[in-house]
């Protein structure tokens, strides 16, 4: 107990060294910052969903620098194909023997954090080639399975204004993500500082706060925490409540406007997100309002809504705000 004290003193310390870093190159997006430290303390993958220019790529390139990470960007694009996200084999002649064999030449998944930029852009064929990496933490090719660097996480991007040539992400997919964060314009003070800061041709000096063993000392650390009762059962009715319902038991306006609601996997994350944001605040134990800060990050894309929310238009952040006002802890 005395040493999870000690690692929980030392996460808080080392989480504002990473934020102070970081804000060297990033002007802006506090609530994005505190999003992904969340789900990378809870070994959670992220899709990010801003328009192009917003620092996305920079920003989890800037994370992995770091923490001293290794880091590999793919980008997604109609004609790239399965091997070339987790490598292939290929035949090896030895000079001296003239002996061949297959050997695996290892793809960018293998790497601490992998950047899948616009991942929307390439077929579902593609897309599923990360599934098995991002949900067991290995891959498998040839018949041959492969265990993933840890930590092992996939920050992935998508455009939301461009639809042309572009393949909807299947549920199965978007579920494997704990979070969806989106990331808006900066403000017009946040937007003059990043003209002038980005022009001036001074690039900062950036210090390595972790490494890979201490990211994974800390990603053990955020189980630990204590949750009481009362609000594991709090997560596990927000995510149940979000389903339909045949027999008319749900909520009125899930019924009218929701097809399908998030899956047991969604209870796990608003716990574990939940977990986080208290160490990160440095508090030995999860609270109903650490549930709720989370929420929209975990809920926005594990719900699909019917045609007529989209007549109506309401959006998956309405419901998840009427979902927060109907559910009393």
């Known amino acids: 107990m005395t040493e999870n004290l000690a ?11 990473i934020v102070n870093e970081i804000r060297k190159v990033i002007i802006g997006q506090d609530e994005v910052l505190e999003d992904l430290l969340v789900a990378l303390f809870c070994k959670g993958h ?4 801003g328009v192009p220019g917003l620092a996305k790529t920079l920003l989890v390139k800037t994370l992995a620098r770091v923490l001293n990470l290794s880091f590999s960007r793919i980008q997604f694009t109609p004609d790239l194909m399965p091997s070339d996200i987790t490598g292939t084999d290929i035949l090896y002649e030895d000079q001296t023997t003239n002996k061949r064999e297959f050997r695996f030449i290892k793809g960018p998944v293998f790497s601490n954090i992998v950047l899948a930029d616009e991942i929307n852009r390439t077929p579902p064929k593609t897309q599923a080639a990360l599934l098995q990496a991002m949900q067991e933490q290995q891959v498998t090719v040839s018949g041959n399975t492969y265990e993933l660097d840890q930590p092992f996480l996939v920050f992935a991007t998508q455009n939301p204004i461009e639809h042309e040539g572009t393949y ?8 494997r993500f704990m979070f969806i964060i989106n ?10 500082e990043i003209a002038t800061t980005t022009t001036s041709g ?6 390595i706060i972790l490494n890979a063993q201490q990211v994974k000392e800390f990603q053990h650390l955020v189980p630990s925490v204590p949750v009481s009762k009362h609000i594991a059962e709090y997560a596990v009715r927000l995510a149940q409540s ?8 749900s909520l009125d306006f899930i019924n009218e406007w929701v097809d399908w609601g998030a899956g047991p996997r969604a209870s796990q994350y608003l716990l574990m997100g939940a977990k986080a944001r208290a160490l990160m605040d440095n508090r030995v134990a999860a609270t109903i309002e650490d549930v709720k800060r989370v929420s929209r990050q975990v809920l926005e894309h594990r719900i699909v809504l019917n045609f007529k929310a989209e007549a109506e238009n309401i959006t998956t952040n309405d419901i998840i705000e009427k979902l927060l006002n109907s559910i009393k802890p």
């Not at 909807?168 to 579920?175: S, Y």
């Not at 990331?183 to 946040?190: A, E, F, H, M, S």
């Not at 979000?242 to 038991?249: V, Y």
């Open 46 to 49: 992220c899709l990010f969903v």
């Open 183 to 192: 990331v808006d314009y900066p403000t017009l003070k946040q937007e003059v």
């Open 202 to 207: 001074v690039r900062p000096e950036m210090d």
């Open 7 to 17: 690692l929980a003193k030392e996460l808080v310390d080392s989480k504002n060294r």
């Open 242 to 249: 979000s389903r339909p319902s045949k027999n008319g038991t």
């Open 168 to 175: 909807p992400l299947p549920e199965a997919q978007l579920d």
